[in-house]
């Protein structure tokens, strides 16, 4: 179970609060005996973590494998970058 500590506490002993969490230590914040608040020691997220939480990615909905197909093309890739850089319009 979490410790709590009351609003007063919180703010005549932040700098020991703070100390306390960074210990590893979770609390609740209450007020007159009511719960408001819980301060936790900070994790930093991983870079996929940090982008689920701004919604730029989303997670898998599935765990399965994903199946590709390998083939092989015969192209000869001088011929085709030749081919590709002659289409292009130099303007």
Known sequence: MDSTVSMREVNQRTSAVIQRVSEGEELVVTKSGVPLARIIPFKPRSTY???VAEGRIHPAKSTKPIKIKS???DVDL?????EE??????F
């Open 49 to 51: 973590e940090q982008m």
């Open 85 to 90: 850089r002659a289409d292009r319009d130099p």
């Open 71 to 73: 083939f092989a093309i």
């Open 78 to 82: 001088e011929q085709f970058m030749e």
